[in-house]
């Protein structure tokens, strides 16, 4: 990863812990910020599959869209953040949100799907630049012990943004719309079809306003210099070196790309489930409301998680939570009625761990080749756009048959945590005391 200016602290005289609990206090409203955003396409792919009548795999193709911005942005965001530092990048990453953000009002005005697809994916590439650099960023502020726990601990705070964005998305989108209010099935109007498409305007001029002054915010402030363990390693000291003999990297890219699978297609694919009358019966607005308590399962997972790694190992605690998952998402696709709808609620809790804890064990003993192995990681989230796949499943085989799915990455989770996790050749690590 690029190097990070060589700003000093804004009094001198503070500890390196203080220090770096005012860096991470300040990047957690960078986390809560993209977690917000996310997770308002959760509320917005059930009106979109209104509003331009789609089915389950056009539905998720939206959220795909959204992934490949991590795979296509990975590698120009590490460039650019090495060519104008750290800070400056973080400004341009909520500013092109903001853009992202705003592109949404003629999208709707338009009612045009390339146009939202469109808005989306810049979005999503402003998240990217965040996501490339602040990961691996909280991860070296400390001690190598628990950087699982820092990290754990700043998305909490992400988990927190994507706790109130299920609310904030289903009053002023859902609850203002026909599709939203009405019951499952109900068919719209060309008429109430457009109408429908103009309740995104609100949302997103508020999003926009708000990453803008996030930007000029994070454009005054300091963050402290962390010297070399977060530049890019000299050739000297990367020289002979492979980041493909590193096992908890080479396992741990896939685990990364699969876990996003899981957890992207139980929150896109909630509104419906949980709507269904074999299920809750429920309008898409009030499903809004159980997906935010899907997304507090996750912070408060994180908060906990952050505590147990003080005591024991991540990847006894990544084992224990992949289990975990995998059971919830059994009975989720055998169960009916309220079981089922709980259940699934209930692998927010269970998946809060996994995004971080994974990015940490993965890097480990990296050593020099740390940024590199972190942008492979980074690239990783991409796995999110094969949420299509699951959309397809949806469509052929019925939707709660296709949480098989996301059963299958849990036992992958497992067998990284278990397995795939051990470091070889591991390197002395990078941080920052």
Known sequence: MPA?????PTVATDTPQQRHGSALSLLASLFFMWGFI??????LLPHLRSVFVLDYTRTTLIESVWFIAYFVASIPSAKLIERIGYQKAIVIGLLG????????????ILTSYAL?????????SGITLLQVA???????????????SRLNLVQAFNSLGTTLAPLFAGYLILGRS??????????LTAAERHADAQSVILPYVIVAIALVLLALVMGRVRLPTIGQATQRASREARKGLSLWTHRNLVWGVPAIFIYLI?????????????????????THEEASRYLAILWGGMMVGRFLGSVLMRRFTAEHVLAAFSIGAFVVMLITTFAHGPVAMWSLIAVGFFHSIMFPTIFTLGIRGLGPLTEEGSGLLIMAIAGGALVIVQGWLADTFGLQWSFLLTAACEVYVLFYALWGSRPTNALPDQHVD
Do not use: W
């Not at 990070?4 to 000093?8: E, F, N, R, T, V």
């Not at 939202?116 to 999503?124: D, E, G, N, P, Q």
């Not at 899981?262 to 429920?282: D, H, K, Y």
């Open 4 to 8: 990070i200016p060589q700003s000093a």
């Open 38 to 43: 996310t997770v308002i396409n959760n509320t």
């Open 97 to 108: 949100m903001a853009v992202g953000a705003a592109m949404m009002v003629p999208a709707a």
């Open 116 to 124: 939202v697809l469109t808005a989306l994916f810049v979005i999503a």
């Open 134 to 148: 602040a990961n691996p960023y909280v991860a070296v502020l400390g001690p190598p012990e628990t950087g699982s």
């Open 178 to 187: 026909k599709s939203g209010t009405a019951q499952a099935g109900v068919a």
């Open 262 to 282: 899981a957890e992207i297609g139980v929150a896109n694919l909630f509104i419906n489930f949980v709507s269904q009358p074999n299920i809750a019966a429920i």
